[in-house]
């Protein structure tokens, strides 16, 4: 055994020292230990899951404060750690049943098991009450796509029933919006937002696992839960009274009753669909209590030696979803261990390692800890609508949502396939370790919108978010594959997502954020400004800022 651990560890104090130029000592490396102790912690049953507006967020908070002030970085906002994000907690409980009455009699359909609803409104809410239901297709107006589900129809005060992904998804034409990459039309969010400005009571989107790219439980979890929003009082803001999913059968129940069939699913797959009004009307209702409080940003930073106004921002979201409903084993703690203790973990060591540097980055480089990625990226919505240091100061983000917990990949997945000249810096630092970029293996499961970088995107600044190789050294990607897949339809927002001090090196983790470091450290030490690449739906909004 000696000969082989002898072999590894010259290697690596050689790989440290070629990438720092030398100086660096091994106590200052990228650490798999220092990592994994920061995720024991921020992973332990203790934390509770770290929810937002609990027990779990005081002492997440607490400890990402001191981790900081630990590796000896400055306050991110002014003479403090913290951005307050005002937000309120709602707690929607939703009746049993809904009932749905047409031509042919009527029948309800099963709150949880068949369908669930929430809202989005903190006050008061207004039941279904034989509201009128149409099929609007995808439910998406896109004039880039010359693509309306809603034209020509008023849905006002009616509920309307939308699928999932976008056109491209199901027609496998690759001229139909991106194919089979799914476009911010296809999210969920987006959904519930267009319904809401056409003017809708209610939305329900149909559910389909592939389509989805998550089964229906995951929806349930958080049936009749409390959620989080940012408070939006005293803000023009749009909402219907009701959103929510129903299940594929439920959906056939639905246009078979009003004398359709699932056909009308393909129809809607064809520029110049009609939406169809299915002539039901369906009731139900829903309590709300809301509760305002504050949640909190941690932000620290490390000044800039040359030009201290222009920023690197890394971000890692602190947050998951606390404690719920209790898994077949009984276990309700929803520890949040790869999502997103890694992260976060990967956000404290990269601070650290900056720290340590002799020669301090000309521009000033930034690590923000986001709250309530889970209830939909909220933290980082805030920070990009209040922001510390403003979007046209910031040169780039470089977001962490879900690290390589196990051995090494000879790849790392970009998100968001063309999006920016990011992936070029990255291609460049990956490849000069003898590693490949790989794209998404899952372009249909719009995970460029699934993360905080979203709303940093979406304020023009340039962002990166990478995603764990699949090719894992010595083991091939099959085996990476099938890593990714267990831990998507075992693990991912269930309590077993748990830390495993026996299985978890953490090795792949140490090698990527080495080629982060290396990214963000090179942008904070030039003068140019990387800029969104054509076909970049961001690319517009970055232009009309005045750059330094
Ligand atoms: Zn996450």
Redesign the pocket.
Known sequence: MYKISFIICFLSVSFFAACTGGSESKADAISADSMKSNIAVLASDSFLGRKPFTEGETKTVEFLQKKFREYGLQPGNGDSYLQEVPMVNIKATAAPSMTVKGAKGSFSLKAFDEYIVWTDKADSVENLDNSDLVFAGYGVVAPEYNWNDYANLDVKGKTVLVMVNDPGFWAGDTTLFKGKTMTYYGRWTYKFEEAARQGAKACLIIHNTAAASYPFSVQQNSFNTSRLLLDTRGLETKNCDMIGWITETAANKLFKAAGKDSALLMEANVPGFKPVDLGLKVSTSMTVQSTYSKSYNVIAKINGAKRPDEVVLYTA?WD?LGVGKPDASGDSIYN?AL??AT?TAGLLELARHFNTLTVKPERTVVFLAVTA??QGLLGSAYYAKNPVYPAANTVANINM??LNRFEPTKDIIVVGQGQSELEDYLKTEVEKDSGYIAFENHPEAGYYY??DHFNFAKAGIPALYIETGVDVVGKGKEYGEHLHNEYTSKDYHQPSDEYNATTWSMAGAVKDLRILFNVGNKLANEEKWPRWKEGSEFKAIREKQPLN
Do not use: A, P, T
């Open positions: 979201h998951h949040g999502d997103n992260g990625e889970e949502d879900g699934r993360s």
